[in-house]
């Protein structure tokens, strides 16, 4: 669901809202920051075997050394300031028409919080999970090389919600409105009517996520489809996020259509009248709704990229100021392992968490800082675990396979964890034989209690949910592959905070800082999908100002 899982981790990223009332299981995510709880060595945590690792690190040679003095480099067009997922991918991008830059990273390794794991037969995610596998997503893939290690989740997999004592199945498409039993047939009749206009008007000011679609759509579709699903994307509290900044899609078809179905008749309708540019044909057609990953794992994509920047990125760099430059551009200042570097360049592009570049960016304006101090990341735990297939419970096998993507737990259910990825069903290969890999998430923004627990209290809430639902109250205790906490995970896109965003972009611009630029997915979204898609969108805009920057 975000870096938080991606650059920043999406806790369970495998909801997302369609322009039908009906919800399907999509990626969310990046998480952020870098600091866990998981280790490299095998511990015995109160008799829960856990086992806990950190991804493969990509590392290039340090900065060069001359007489004792750090080397100096020429001006750059422009320095990316985070090498998680965003920064990578908008360092890629602009590299192709102005190949003088470089992407720094505080930590030693690249990637963000894309952590794919692989040992004992095992190959999982502690970040996000997967993506969606959109144009601009599968172009990344391509242009890295990775077309041929794409894999693809089968689009009819069922996905799941709890709701008094048993998972059901979620609509995946208009045609399965009417018979899905998660909700009640005066609840859908409340969504139908909703959705073609029948409901209150909007109320003239920012709607929380609840406000919107329980006006919209009915107390039902929100506390046993929304609710849930904000918890496994965001893992966010519903009665706060923006609807207008979390789920922008859907809130515009209201605004551009009267109603949700207005909207969405209007969308196909201009769609229709304008001329498609043509499709690239190097790129793969998924089949249906699905998500995507590589064959070995998330972290492919990271690592293709750092193979193609070459010594253009550097890690273990810590940027510790930033100031204007006399002669135009900026002025970057780094703490490295082999003393101070400076470096000097056109533009700069900020992919750091929200709370980091605030620090940073202080001293060229207070404003942009205090705006950028007020994001929230609340923290997240995935916990991955596998049993025995013969562990899950005969109902939810079919021909003795547990098929589906995954489950999410609304917060009434009596559950502690957000939700649940069937990892070894979802992609191939990520599991031994005859065993079932499970990867959960717990905490968020209503559940910020974990940071208190152990690695063994977080797998045994994890393994006692589990039990109320999907595992056999009497099965043995799981193979614990991975414990990672994520202390400052996915971004909230709290009411208000377009409007933040934006005070902090105009702060940059009030105070002459042009070619200063805002990325990450606290700016373009949460989910891993939304980061690459921002990526190209950021990029756009950088080589906007340096093409400009040329004729001065």
């Keep these: 669901m975000a870096t938080p899982v991606a650059n920043h981790p999406s806790i369970f990223t495998h909801l997302s809202p369609s322009p039908s009332p009906s919800l399907l299981f999509l990626n969310r995510t990046n998480f952020i920051p870098y600091i866990s709880t998981s280790k490299r060595n095998t511990s015995n945590c109160n008799g829960w075997r856990t086992r806990c ?3 493969k690190d990509y590392t290039v040679p340090p900065p060069e050394v001359d007489g004792g003095s750090v080397h100096q480099f020429p001006e750059l067009d422009c320095v990316v300031v ?8 908008i360092a890629k991008v602009i590299s192709a028409n102005y190949p003088n830059l470089m992407v720094t990273e505080a930590r030693d390794r690249a990637g963000g919080n894309i952590t794919t794991v692989e040992r004992d037969g095992y190959l999982w995610e502690e970040g996000p999970n997967s993506f969606q596998p959109s144009d601009p997503m599968l172009t990344m893939a391509v242009d890295c090389g990775l077309k ?10 069922p996905r799941f919600v709890l709701w008094k004592d048993k998972l059901r199945p979620v609509p995946g498409k208009l045609t399965d409105l009417p018979f899905f039993d998660l909700m009640s047939i005066p609840g859908k009749l409340r969504a139908g009517f909703g959705a073609i206009g029948l409901r209150p008007s909007p109320p003239g000011y920012e709607e929380s996520v609840e406000q919107f679609v329980r006006r919209n759509l009915g107390d039902e579709v929100f506390e046993r489809l929304i609710e849930p699903f904000c918890s496994g994307v965001y893992a966010g509290d519903p009665s706060k996020l923006s609807m207008k900044a979390a789920f922008g899609k859907v809130w515009k078809l209201e605004e ?6 207005g909207g969405t008749f209007k969308a196909i309708k201009e769609r229709s009248s304008t001329p498609k540019a043509p499709r690239d044909p190097r790129l793969p057609t998924p089949k249906g709704q699905t998500v995507g990953s590589f064959r070995k794992g998330l972290r492919m994509l990271p690592d293709a990229i750092c193979e193609r920047l070459g010594s253009k990125l550097k890690l273990s760099w810590k940027l510790s100021s930033i100031t204007k430059s006399e002669k135009g551009g900026y002025r970057l200042t780094y703490e490295t392992s082999e003393g101070v570097v400076s470096l000097q360049s056109r533009s700069i592009v900020m992919t750091v968490p929200s709370y980091v570049a605030s620090n940073i960016l202080r001293p060229l304006s207070v404003a942009a800082a205090d705006a950028l101090s007020n994001f929230y990341y609340p923290p997240v735990a995935a916990v991955t675990v596998s049993y025995p297939k013969e562990s899950i419970c005969d109902e939810r096998l079919v021909d003795g396979e547990l098929r589906g993507f995954g489950q999410l737990h609304p917060r009434s259910q009596g559950v502690e964890t957000l939700g649940t990825i069937y990892s070894s069903s979802l992609f191939p290969n990520r599991a031994p034989n005859g065993r079932v890999l499970l990867l ?13 627990k152990t690695e063994s209290q977080l797998v045994e809430a994890v393994d006692r949910d ?17 414990v990672r906490v994520w202390p400052q995970a996915i971004p909230q896109f709290l009411v208000g905070h377009l ?13 002459g800082l042009e070619g200063l ?10 989910a891993l999908g939304r980061c690459v898609e921002g990526a190209y969108e950021i990029a756009s805009e950088v080589t906007g100002f340096l093409s400009k920057y040329a004729y001065k």
């Design 53 to 55: 690792s950190v991804a």
């Design 82 to 89: 985070g090498a998680g997922i965003s920064g990578l991918c």
């Design 148 to 157: 041929d290690d794409l894999v693809l989740g089968d689009p009819d997999a």
């Design 256 to 261: 551009t259509g009267g109603s949700i179905i």
């Design 440 to 452: 959960n998430y717990i905490g968020g923004a209503t559940n910020s209690e974990i940071l208190s």
């Design 466 to 482: 589990l039990r109320k639902m999907l595992i056999k109250p009497k099965a043995q205790d799981p193979f614990v592959t991975g």
């Design 499 to 511: 409007d933040t965003l934006g005070t902090a972009k105009a702060a940059l611009s009030d105070n």
């Design 517 to 526: 630029f805002l990325g990450g997915n606290y700016v373009s979204g949460v």
